[in-house]
């Protein structure tokens, strides 16, 4: 029950992208409390603790994610938000609370042979903390042969999991488009050059780019998610502004497809007597499993729950993960964590979710036997 009350504490106090204060002290203290070693201020609210058993040299890193959305909470129970405008709708919160418990337990246990980094991130949802927890040095100041993950994911039954090895998860970038036209009176048209329809126009042909561009026997998304223009019914504005996302798996697609947004806005823009000005933001990569360390969490899975309560094929998804960048520095592996059917099924980045409290043991009890499988005792390994 202590990690359930640390995880709806944090539920009802959300902080976003490096405003984590209050969660990080949580963390900190219980970190501390729990006789383990803990540096702070990396990517401003990250935290790293440090665990170390026995005389052996290797390393690995668990990381967390502890950011919550800027989005208003629909649930009415006694742990939601007290922040209006902002809600712990990905689970980053249980996420936080299972490593806790995991990192409580083996420090009381110590049934490992080297060292263990819990990586607890800021700004994953918004601002890619993982790639700035790099950037201040989080592989080189803490040394580790591997970095593990998790996230929740409704669906998959409480007590089950998912895992596989390559894409887990797509990359997404974001796009924008600025349609630069002549304004005029709604009633002489002719005297414009409309960005409103030119607008119209490129967001069917945009929509072609995947039907007719990528091969349909691999994966793209583009998604046209906000236009922006005009300020009066009996005014045709100067300016419209179009955004959106790609998500993708495969490097060539992604280039294909960029290359494709910028070719078509400039046609489609000059056709209708317009300019197209295009803004192209490559986020975060495609989360891909190394082979070795997915297998190795594979095994410590069908051991933990049984072989049947492991989906080692499960259908990658679109959506993505800045953890991808972790991946990209160091081998590892990213899992999925049954978040049920009930409780807290319904899906992340829903104003009704709530991490299911149910699936923190099965969590804390995976970190633990990773760890204890990863890095296994002196005299386990001389029995070997």
């Not at 349609?179 to 009176?185: C, Q, S, T």
């Not at 829903?350 to 990863?374: C, K, M, Q, S």
């Amino acid at each position: 029950m202590r990690f359930v009350a640390i995880r709806r504490d944090i539920h009802q106090h959300p902080e976003t992208a490096y405003e984590e204060v209050r969660t990080a002290a949580i963390v900190t203290d219980t970190l501390r409390a729990a006789g383990i070693e803990v540096v702070t201020g990396l990517a401003e609210t990250g935290i790293v603790g440090i665990l170390r058993a026995g005389s052996g040299k290797r390393a690995i890193g668990l990381r967390a994610d502890m950011d919550a959305l800027n989005m208003e909470e629909g649930n009415v129970f006694a742990h939601r938000s007290s922040h209006a405008g902002k809600m712990h709708a990905c689970g980053h919160d249980g996420h936080t609370a299972t490593l806790l418990a995991a990192a409580t337990y083996l420090a009381e246990t110590r049934r490992f042979d080297g060292t263990v980094y819990f990586v607890f991130q800021p700004a994953e949802e918004a601002d890619g903390g993982a790639r700035r927890m790099i950037e201040d040095g989080l592989f080189d100041r803490f040394p580790m042969e591997a970095i593990f993950g998790l996230h929740n994911m409704p669906g998959i039954p409480v007590g089950s999991f998912a895992v596989r090895p390559g894409a887990m998860m797509a990359g997404v970038d974001e796009f924008e488009i600025h349609i630069e036209g002549v304004g005029g009176h709604a009633a002489m048209p002719h005297l414009a050059s409309d960005p409103l329809v030119t607008t119209g126009a490129l967001i069917q042909a945009l929509q072609t780019i995947v039907a007719r561009n990528v091969d349909p026997m691999r994966n793209a998304v583009l998604s046209l998610t906000r236009v922006n223009g005009g300020s009066a019914s009996n005014v045709l504005p100067g300016e419209v502004e179009l955004a959106g996302t790609v998500r993708y798996f495969d490097a060539d697609i992604q280039a294909l497809v960029e290359q494709r947004i910028a070719e078509v806005a400039h046609h489609v823009a000059r056709a209708h007597g317009c300019l197209a000005t295009l803004r192209y933001g490559r986020l975060f990569p495609p989360t891909i499993n190394a082979p070795a360390e997915t297998k190795l969490c594979a095994g410590v899975l069908r051991d933990l729950v049984g072989a049947e309560r492991v989906d080692t094929n499960p259908q990658p998804v679109m959506a993505s993960e800045d953890f991808a960048f972790m991946l990209q520095a160091k081998p590892g592996c990213y899992i999925w964590l049954g978040n049920g059917d009930g409780d807290g099924g319904c899906g992340v980045h829903n104003p009704h979710y709530d991490f299911n409290d149910r699936a923190i043991p099965f969590g804390a009890a995976y970190w633990v036997r990773l760890v204890e499988t990863a890095l296994p005792p002196a005299e386990l390994q001389d029995a070997s």
